[in-house]
């Protein structure tokens, strides 16, 4: 019997159970946290992993596995929000960039340089140091630090698009621009979008956790990732594995992410795969 072929791809199968684990995880904490997320427990200050405690406890006696669980909502959400914003913003200017070049495009890619000219960090730093830490605020953070790859590839993408037949056909037949721009290319441009977001998503959940690492993030007692991590890395050397059970989480989650977007890469992109078949033999 012939596997499919995404079921062959290992890439996006991995990436996509990795995945779908962390979000049922987070949909279901409620359910699947075995204590508060805030409940105390000073008697069973860093208690090792038990039946009680799966991942045990930390220098408040809280469960950890549940404040991970917890954490996973806070920190998806944070993802999705900004990199749904980034995408939307960044599509935009790149198909207006793209499909009417000129001036246009050149004060448009100007103001992108300008975003990237930024190290992330140290921007997404100073713009929730002036707004104040909070859910929104970080989200908006991400969303001005990660727009600029979306209107880059987009762009890139759009040069291509415009000079295809059934675009100059639309064109010759009157269409109007709007409706060329999101009815003939940017449907035919959403692969490296659904690509870059999905990779998207792993770079915001390590960029919140490190805004939350340095405490910028989220305020305490708010069950971030970065927040975990941080309260862990004060007792790396006497109780170890609280830093390394939340840097864990961080990383699997991450990688989950970097192998769908892996995976997704090779099955919208045909050239890629042509790619790695040549370079393979």
């Known amino acids: 019997m012939r596997v499919p072929r995404i079921l062959r791809n290992t890439s996006l199968v991995v990436g996509a159970v990795i995945t779908i684990t962390i979000v049922l995880l987070a949909l279901l904490a409620p359910y699947v946290a075995t204590h508060g997320v805030e409940q105390m427990d000073m008697r069973n200050r860093f208690a090792w992993p038990s039946a009680a405690h799966w991942l045990g406890t930390d220098n408040f006696g809280r469960d950890l596995w549940s404040?991970?669980?917890?954490?996973?909502?806070?920190?998806?959400?944070?993802?999705?929000?900004?990199?749904?914003?980034?995408?939307?913003?960044?599509?935009?200017?790149?198909?207006?960039?793209?499909?009417?070049?000129?001036?246009i495009d050149l004060l448009l890619m100007r103001i992108t340089d300008i975003f990237l000219g930024f190290p992330a960090i140290v921007l997404s730093l100073a713009i929730v140091a002036v707004m104040g830490p909070g859910v929104v605020n970080v989200a908006l953070a991400l969303i001005v630090?990660?727009?600029?790859?979306?209107?880059?590839?987009?762009?890139?993408?759009?040069?291509?698009?415009?000079e295809q037949n059934y675009?100059?056909?639309?064109?010759?037949?009157?269409?109007?621009?709007?409706?060329?721009?999101?009815?003939?290319?940017?449907?035919?441009a959403l692969g490296p979008i659904i690509v870059l977001a999905s990779l998207g998503l792993g770079t915001a959940i390590i960029a919140e956790s490190a805004l939350s690492f340095l405490g910028f993030g989220l305020p305490p007692p708010t069950p971030t990732w970065g927040w975990t991590l941080a309260y862990g890395?004060?007792?790396?050397?006497?109780?170890?594995?609280?830093?390394?059970?939340?840097?864990?989480?961080?990383?699997?989650?991450?990688?989950?992410?970097?192998?769908?977007?892996?995976?997704?890469?090779?099955?919208?992109d045909p050239r890629q795969l042509s790619r790695g078949g040549n370079a393979k033999r």
């Open 67 to 103: 404040r991970l669980v917890f954490g996973a909502q806070v920190s998806l959400s944070i993802a999705v929000v900004s990199v749904g914003g980034a995408a939307l913003i960044g599509t935009t200017v790149g198909l207006i960039a793209g499909y009417f070049g000129g001036w």
């Open 145 to 162: 630090v990660f727009w600029t790859e979306y209107a880059r590839v987009v762009r890139a993408t759009t040069l291509v698009l415009r």
């Open 167 to 188: 675009v100059q056909a639309a064109k010759a037949l009157g269409a109007n621009p709007m409706r060329i721009l999101f009815k003939e290319i940017l449907p035919n």
């Open 233 to 268: 890395t004060r007792f790396m050397r006497d109780e170890p594995w609280l830093a390394i059970v939340s840097g864990a989480t961080i990383m699997i989650t991450v990688l989950g992410f970097n192998l769908l977007g892996d995976g997704l890469r090779d099955i919208l």
